[in-house]
């Protein structure tokens, strides 16, 4: 963010209304802050332009698709120098649908999402431990996921 954003009362219920279903009218949220329509366009067009907003997605239930598996896999690399090449790869894996450059033992720090356990074993060992410069790989599979929610404001 270029300058200190403000955020007042005003804002706050626009954002969490909006964070909480971004199918929310506009004029539902103005009615209840007591604004007009355009009032609110003009404030999120503010929080657009001051880069607090992120961007606007729908949010696909994996499970709906079949996606029953989710893992957690730490990278090992032979050297740091590897990491670009390594990235480029898990980029296009299209199973991989994080990865975080991190502290610790593991250089790369990947969240897939696998039709099932023997998919997830066949993109571990045919697809990622095959990519040059990985040496090894250490899995964490997911049972229940209890926790998923934006930053509070």
Do not use: W
């Not at 897939?112 to 599979?141: P, Y």
């Amino acid at each position: 963010m270029s300058k200190k954003l403000k955020i007042d009362g005003i804002d706050k219920i626009i954002i969490k209304r909006l964070v909480n279903d971004a199918r929310t009218p506009i004029l539902s949220i103005a009615r209840e802050v007591g604004i007009s329509g355009a009032a609110i366009h003009q404030r999120l067009r503010k929080l657009d332009d001051s880069d607090l907003i992120d961007g606007y997605k729908m949010v696909l239930n994996p499970k709906a698709l079949g996606y029953t598996t989710t893992a957690f896999v730490g990278v090992f690399l032979e050297s740091a120098s590897l990491y670009s090449s390594a990235i480029k790869r898990l980029k296009d894996i299209p199973e991989v649908v994080e990865s975080h450059y991190t502290t610790g033992n593991y250089a790369i720090f990947i969240k897939i999402m696998c039709k099932n356990n023997q998919d997830l074993m066949h993109l571990l060992n045919k697809d990622i431990q095959n990519i040059k410069g990985v040496s090894r790989t250490e899995t964490f599979i997911s049972l229940d996921q209890q926790i998923d929610r934006q930053i509070k404001i």
